[in-house]
């Protein structure tokens, strides 16, 4: 492209390239300092090269200062840390908050801050940048669940400024509040940085950890301001409400930070997705351009940066979770001083390491968002220099949708974020939570809601609480808060061990255990190969082997859904949509063994395994009876026309609502006993809902049409996975029928 001022003609030029995107550089636009900012902070700054802030983070700091809940929303390396740093600077290191404070309280601030972060790397990278920007002295502590007794001790008597994550939050400083209470009686701010992290089932738990976190300070005195930093998203100030438990939130969503010029090509992949991400690697590097690769599993990483290594040799690495914190600053230094000229990760990068300013990103397939696009995106851009980055398409729905729609990657704003507090398989085990903490009484619906007295009355029926005179008690001898998993919302995940070794290799939720870790299942986890001996339910593991047989595993399930309760229905075309609340029976009856290399089944075992109920939320739709009449089909046919759909718009729900297809399932019959017609049902994966059916109700215009169209456009005879075949399918992708599903849909949807 003419005027680039890095050699990268050769990859716009090439024939994979579907579309490209120029989008210009801009400056930046400075604001003020503060009234309240100290001439002591702003010399700090300046000798660390900050003359002045940008206008968002000016803004975003005055109104934190001024007491308001407020939202930050802005690219990756627009600067989050400074807004809320400087509040908390004020605060914290030099007791200014607001109002003057008496002359013995500058000298040892009584004030505090907390930070949350969705990881642990994260937080101490904030604890290092804020010691680089704070006053000499200023007591700062980073703790986990992997902190000394010293350093617990230290953040719990001494500092000032505490930096963590939710987790440490929810096992520890809630349950031993007496022991925190100086930290948590002089609480003036709560910083929850990457707030768009928390969505889903994830988001749900740490929406009730905050609204315990907020009771607790409350009951010791203190009323801290909330401020979210996050990526870009338009309802910003009606998430971080929803989060954090407040009707008011204030959003700043203008980021004045200065864009260099960027360059978005759309790639689809001539020879496979992970080879061609490590030949643009191995060149762009060999070319000397920095560049980072985003992969979606670690063993993928591993490999796109050994073939892109062949290319040009070992300036380049992979990253992925799990990596100690001596060898992720080893990388950071690396890269940031160029001796690392390229790495191939997982999205733990875009948390777990302080990068930014390459000349180029690789997108291995569409991450599910495009608020995670451009999250990942902007780690491409040094100051005065252009940026590239290129996205590459992976073989499923969406992405072949989004790639033959390029405006709806290129030009569509980013999506909303989705949570859903009020789930009530969360709700009621963070209330038991609370109880213990302090007794619950009815005035804590400031705090939890207006679902919590309902929530309260099933739990005391349930023996879990006891009224004692309006007072809620938690009745057990054991912690409350052992019963929940924060990233999950089921019970403890199954440990995977190896029998020779002891070692655990990895964990599985006890809800995908039947299908993951049967008997017999094969079990890969970073390249190595398992095969699973025993599942021990009572002990929480499952025993397996190391071994590298030819074939792999698919298990094979029955699927049953029950309409519990139809909340809203409309019209669309011939057909008419629902919301409600389901109950999926789902069990696994057996398994196939697939050639590893032609995919041809070898055999069928079964197994007996036991069935298992989800009351979640779905989305459904019919088709008229005189509909398949005029058409002339049988149940076969209707059958698998319905699945071959469902399995379609599955794939292309996460362009409309942020999930991922792995958040979600579905279910389709030729006659559903609720419904009396063909039915097919999208649902929630998790227990009480996520809230993605409910959006997808919102947007099931859009959505399916773009899903007639996928089954239209795709160039493939008889399904692929870019359309109708799906790599979770219970049926193991039998009884599909992508022409059928073309044409039911067509009738379906109005013209």
Not at 100 to 111: E, F, N, Q
Not at 204 to 223: K, P
Not at 588 to 616: A, I, Q
């Amino acid at each position: 492209m003419p005027g680039m001022s890095s050699n990268w003609s050769w990859v716009l030029e090439s024939q994979e390239v579907c579309a490209v995107d120029d989008r210009p550089a801009l400056p930046g636009r400075h604001g003020a300092w503060p009234d309240w900012v100290s001439e002591a902070t702003i010399s700090r700054l300046r000798d660390c090269g900050i003359e002045s802030p940008w206008r968002h983070q000016a803004d975003f700091a005055d109104l934190a200062y001024r007491g308001h809940h407020v939202a930050l929303t802005s690219a990756t390396g627009s600067g989050k840390s400074l807004a809320y740093l400087l509040p908390i600077i004020a605060a914290t290191g030099e007791g200014r908050v607001g109002v003057p404070l008496p002359a013995a309280r500058l000298r040892r601030p009584t004030h505090t801050a907390l930070y949350l972060a969705p990881t642990k790397a994260l937080a101490h990278d904030q604890a290092r940048a804020a010691a680089a920007l704070g006053p000499q002295g200023w007591r700062i502590g980073a703790v986990d669940g992997d902190s000394d007794e010293a350093d617990r001790r230290f953040a719990r008597d001494h500092a000032a400024f505490v930096l963590t994550n939710p987790d440490m939050v929810h096992y520890s400083i809630l349950p031993g509040h007496q022991r925190w209470s100086r930290l948590l009686g002089g609480l003036r701010y709560i910083v929850v940085d990457e707030a768009h992290r928390y969505q889903g089932v994830f988001g749900a738990h740490v929406a009730q950890v905050l609204r315990r976190l907020r009771r607790i300070a409350a009951h010791y005195g203190a009323t801290p301001t909330v401020l979210l930093a996050s990526g870009t998203a338009p309802n910003a100030a009606e998430f971080g409400g929803r989060l954090i438990g407040e009707d008011s939130v204030e959003a700043v969503t203008e980021d004045a930070a200065p864009k260099p010029r960027r360059t978005v090509a759309l790639w689809k992949p001539s020879v496979s997705l992970n080879q061609d991400t490590a030949n643009l690697l191995g060149r762009l590097v060999d070319d000397g351009s920095q560049t980072i690769a985003f992969v979606a599993s670690r063993v993928g990483a591993e490999l796109v940066a050994l073939d892109a290594q062949e290319i040009a040799g070992g300036a380049i690495a992979s990253y992925r979770a799990g990596y100690l914190a001596a060898e992720r600053r080893e990388l950071e230094h690396d890269l940031q001083t160029g001796q690392l000229r390229g790495v191939a990760t997982t999205n733990a990068l875009e948390l777990g390491i302080d990068v930014a300013g390459m000349d180029a990103v690789l997108i291995a397939g569409y991450p599910g968002k495009l608020s995670a696009l451009w999250q990942q995106a902007g780690r491409a851009g040094r100051r005065g220099s252009d940026a590239l980055v290129v996205l590459l398409a992976r073989e499923n729905p969406l992405d072949g949708f989004l790639f033959d729609h390029p405006e709806a990657i290129l030009s569509a704003p980013v999506e909303h974020a989705v949570l859903y507090p009020e789930n009530p398989h969360v709700i009621g085990p963070h209330l038991a939570a609370a109880a213990q903490e302090l007794p619950l009484t009815h005035a804590d619906a400031r705090w939890f809601g207006p679902t919590m007295p309902t929530v309260v009355e099933a739990l005391c029926a349930q023996g879990v609480l006891r009224d004692r005179g309006g007072r809620y008690f938690w009745t057990r001898p054991d912690r409350a808060v052992d019963y929940i998993t924060l990233r999950s919302a089921g019970a403890k995940p199954i440990d995977i061990i190896e029998r020779e070794t002891g070692r655990v290799v990895g964990t599985v939720d006890e809800a995908m255990a039947d299908s993951v870790v049967h008997e017999g299942a094969v079990y890969l986890h970073q390249g190595e190969s398992f095969i699973v001996e025993e599942l021990i339910r009572e002990e929480k593991q499952a025993m397996v082997r190391a071994a590298r047989p030819k074939y792999y595993t698919q298990p094979q399930s029955t699927f049953d859904i029950e309409v519990l309760r139809d909340l809203e229905s409309r019209p669309l075309g011939e057909t008419t949509v629902h919301r409600g609340d389901v109950r999926l029976t789902t069990q696994v009856h057996g398994y196939l063994r697939r050639d590893e290399l032609t995919h041809e089944v070898w055999d069928h075992t079964p197994l007996t395994m036991p069935s298992r109920t989800l009351n979640t939320q779905a989305v459904w739709w019919t088709v008229p009876a005189e509909m398949i009449r005029r058409l002339g089909w049988g149940a076969l046919q209707v059958g698998a026309a319905a699945h071959a759909m469902e399995h379609t718009a599955i794939g292309l729900l996460p362009a409309f609502a942020p999930c991922d297809r792995w958040d979600i399932g579905g279910v389709s019959t030729a006659l559903h006993p609720d419904t009396g017609l063909a039915t097919i049902f999208v649902h929630d994966g998790l227990p009480g809902g996520a809230g993605f059916a409910h959006r997808a109700y919102e947007v099931v215009e859009q959505w399916l049409f773009a899903t007639l169209e996928r089954l239209q456009r795709c160039p493939c005879d008889d399904g692929c996975p870019a359309c109708v075949v799906s790599p979770k399918c219970g049926n193991a992708n039998q009884v599909l029928s992508k022409a059928d599903a073309r044409i039911l849909l067509g009738e379906l949807l109005p013209d």
